[in-house]
């Protein structure tokens, strides 16, 4: 084996040493390990990947364009990430590993509150506003968004009538969706979550405890996968590891009034109803979430008349009560006094859609 010494490194002209930059490790006694991979993936605050955002939402009187963020890998409060585009509520976001997106909702910056088609995207590794995508090829709210590693999907949502439209993004571009198949019946008020290779969708705005998947990859409509364990939920919230679905909490039949803290999962990879998972700390609906592949946690919500600042986590892979992670913050002066929030999106770069 050769051995390389080198006395001093300088600049060009011998006034300084040299500077590197970005997040580095050093391996034994003496040497460098060179950062690799995508420059998004390392964090200006040296964090790495692990971030999971909140965009969006509403508590009485207002709406806000403010995007939260948390490390799902700890515990602690949510701090602010950037902004959307514009004031937005009843959001559908996916992630891949270097960006997050929000899509429709209700845009409260245009006339009538309308439906938007607008996409909106977040570079993850850094702070700030959010950037143009495209748009959808239908402006709805309380849509389902859902992802593999390349490919974004949203589904349902309502204009004002249900809708059974699944539409897609290529994640890595910009650009307008396109259309990607139909849902087997029109679906609003839903929750949703994804593995590497399957979009779910399930529960409804007339309150169902269908469980609906597609391959993302593969255009085309959606078929039935099983049962949610509670009959006739709406306004939950989804997330997954790369082989359980989770859903959480949301309403029954009787409406906003009645809410319950029921958390069900099932192993997406075969077909059949959902398990009994455990419990949510506070019973809710129009609550947010994010995951890990590890972690899932649970953000904000809804309890006529109460919206919550609430964020609590479990550990997907097994099965339990869920437990304390923080309290959002949102900052709106008009809105947001005790950083609650309800009728928002979230979404993370290391979600059980995106494989290992």
Same mark, same amino acid.
């Given at each position: 084996m050769?051995?390389?010494?080198?006395?001093s490194? *300088?600049n060009q002209?011998?006034?300084?040493?040299?500077?590197?930059?970005?997040v580095?490790?050093?391996? &034994?006694?003496?040497?460098v390990?060179?950062?690799?991979g995508s420059?998004e993936?390392?964090? %200006?605050d /040296?964090?790495?990947r692990?971030?999971? +955002?909140f965009?969006?939402?509403?508590?009485?009187?207002?709406? *806000?364009s403010?995007?939260?963020t948390?490390?799902i890998?700890?515990?602690g409060?949510?701090?602010?990430f950037g902004?959307l $585009?514009?004031l937005? @509520?009843?959001?559908?976001?996916c992630g891949?590993?270097?960006? /997050?997106?929000?899509? /429709?909702?209700?845009?409260y910056?245009a006339p009538?509150? @309308?439906?938007t088609?607008h996409i909106?995207?977040?570079?993850?590794?850094?702070?700030g506003?959010?950037?143009d995508?495209g748009?959808?090829?239908?402006?709805?709210?309380?849509?389902g968004?859902i992802?593999d590693s390349?490919r974004?999907?949203?589904?349902?949502g #309502?204009n004002?009538?249900?809708?059974?439209? +699944?539409?897609f993004?290529?994640?890595?571009s910009t650009?307008?969706?396109? #259309?990607?198949?139909?849902?087997? %019946?029109?679906t609003?008020?839903?929750?949703s979550?994804?593995s590497?290779?399957?979009g779910?969708v399930?529960?409804?705005?007339d309150t @169902?405890d269908l469980i609906q998947?597609f391959?993302i990859q593969t255009?085309?409509d $959606?078929?039935?996968?099983?049962?949610?364990?509670g009959d006739?939920?709406?306004?939950?919230?989804?997330?997954s $590891?790369?082989?359980? /679905? +989770?859903?959480?909490?949301g309403s029954?039949?009787s409406?906003?009034s009645v809410v319950?803290?029921?958390? #069900?999962?099932?192993t997406?990879?075969?077909e059949?109803?959902?398990?009994?998972?455990?419990?949510?700390?506070?019973?809710?609906n129009?609550?947010?979430?994010?995951s890990?592949?590890?972690?899932?946690v649970f953000?904000g919500?809804?309890d006529s008349p109460?919206t919550y600042?609430?964020m609590?986590?479990?550990?997907?892979?097994? *099965?339990?009560n869920?437990s304390?992670?923080g309290d959002l913050?949102y900052?709106?002066?008009i809105?947001h *006094?005790n950083?609650?929030a309800?009728?928002? $999106? &979230?979404c993370?770069?290391?979600?059980g859609?995106?494989?290992?």
């Open positions: 050769s051995e390389f010494r080198v006395n490194i *300088t002209d011998g006034s300084a040493g040299p500077q590197v930059c970005g580095s490790t050093f391996s &034994g006694k003496s040497g390990q060179i950062p690799s420059s993936f390392r964090r %200006q /040296g964090g790495g692990g971030r999971g +955002i965009a969006g939402g509403y508590e009485a009187p207002a709406v *806000t403010e995007i939260q948390i490390e890998a700890t515990t409060n949510g701090t602010k902004d $585009s514009n937005i @509520s009843s959001t559908g976001c891949s590993a270097t960006r /997050g997106f929000a899509a /429709g909702g209700s845009d910056d009538a509150y @309308s439906r088609t909106d995207y977040v570079v993850m590794s850094s702070l506003g959010a950037n995508f748009d959808l090829t239908l402006g709805r709210r309380y849509l968004g992802n390349t974004g999907v949203f589904a349902g #309502d004002p009538a249900k809708q059974n439209t +699944i539409d993004i290529t994640m890595a650009g307008d969706a396109t #259309d990607f198949g139909s849902l087997m %019946q029109p609003n008020d839903l929750g979550c994804s590497p290779t399957r779910f399930f529960a409804d705005g @169902s998947f391959t255009l085309g $959606s078929t039935k996968f099983g049962e949610l364990t006739n939920v709406r306004y939950p919230a989804g997330l $590891s790369n082989t359980r /679905g +989770i859903r959480a909490g029954t039949p409406g906003l319950v803290d029921v958390i #069900d999962f099932w997406m990879a075969s059949g109803n959902a398990t009994d998972f455990g419990n949510l700390t506070v019973a809710r129009l609550l947010a979430s994010c890990s592949k590890v972690r899932g953000a919500g809804y109460v600042n609430t609590d986590f479990i550990t997907i892979a097994s *099965t339990g869920a304390d992670f913050t900052s709106d002066p809105a *006094t950083g609650a309800r009728g928002f $999106s &979230g993370s770069d290391v979600n859609g995106l494989g290992d």
